[in-house]
């Protein structure tokens, strides 16, 4: 059974790659042992595989020994995965939707590690929740869509960067780029080439709960329309109440000019404008 292709496995089962779950089952070999060797390195004492599929990295996960969870959503893959589950005790399987799964719980196991192969759609939602997770993942391993991931690891100033930069570097810092793979690394390969990153989750710059709700919004006001000056973006902006006098003001206040605009500002700018609208603000 091991040497069957995703194809086949597949016509075994009889199921379909479920587009509307944005279903592509990796098949590079080589990857799978990038992704697992890059979710072990830190040494986690449990792991959690979301959307494990057929198994490619499930069974080389739970070689490991360690404790592994896996959510996937399509129980028509369950024959693959109690296969695996078979030979190795200390899997465990869950039919949910990860979007709704309680993250907190299988993070709070010891040092976690979560992985996985997880659909282009869900991609924003899915690592918000990840990596604002509390307790806090050790290492968080995705595959992502190439253009996402340059997206993730952007610099100011760039075209790519933006609000998704700053949630990654706000918990994570920037990624790191594992590998990049193409369309035929996948059945069935996507119309996209796709990316490997890893996220070491630390302390946020913001550790109060509401005050990071207000840095969230600087920076989805900042962003809304990219081509518009910061003053004229921040003032008026849905979310924060801050008219163009207080934006010119809190602007000033810590020394960003107000014609910039938002995609040329660092996170620790970012940071010290949140606190300078709160300031204008209270």
């Given at each position: 059974m091991a040497s069957e292709s995703p194809r086949e496995q597949l016509r075994r089962l009889g199921i379909r790659a479920r587009k509307g779950l944005g279903q592509h089952f990796l098949v590079n070999e080589g990857a799978a042992d990038a992704i697992v060797a890059a979710a072990l390195e830190p040494e986690p004492e449990a792991l959690l595989e979301i959307g494990p599929g057929l198994g490619v990295l499930t069974g080389r996960l739970a070689a490991s020994g360690l404790p592994l969870v896996a959510?996937?959503?399509d129980e028509g893959v369950a024959p693959e995965l109690a296969?695996?589950?078979?030979?190795?005790?200390?899997?465990?399987?869950?039919?949910?939707?990860?979007?709704?799964?309680?993250l907190a719980e299988l993070a709070a196991r010891g040092r976690t590690v979560a992985v996985g192969n997880i659909p282009y759609q869900i991609t924003s939602p899915l690592l918000e929740k990840l990596?604002?997770?509390?307790?806090?993942?050790a290492a968080i391993v995705l595959m992502v869509q190439r253009e996402v991931g340059r997206r993730l690891a952007a610099e100011p100033?760039?075209?790519?960067?933006?609000?998704?930069?700053?949630?990654a570097q706000f918990y994570a810092g920037g990624p790191e780029i594992i590998a990049e793979l193409s369309p035929g690394s996948f059945h069935p390969p996507p119309r996209v080439h796709s990316a490997v990153l890893r996220f070491t989750p630390r302390t946020p710059p913001i550790e109060d709960a509401?005050?990071?709700e207000w840095f969230f919004a600087v920076v989805r006001a900042a962003f809304g329309q990219r081509r518009k000056q910061l003053v004229n973006a921040l003032g008026g902006a849905p979310g924060l109440a801050l008219d163009k006098p207080q934006a010119q003001a809190a602007l000033t206040s810590v020394r960003?000019?107000?014609?910039?605009?938002g995609e040329t500002l660092s996170l620790e700018e970012f940071v010290a404008l949140t606190e300078a609208v709160e300031e204008h603000l209270s």
């Open positions: 959510i996937e959503k296969h695996i589950a078979r030979d190795h005790p200390n899997l465990q399987v869950r039919y949910e939707d990860v979007l709704a799964a309680d990596l604002a997770c509390e307790p806090p993942f100033g760039t075209r790519e960067y933006g609000a998704l930069t700053l949630l509401e005050r990071r960003i000019a107000p014609e910039r605009r």
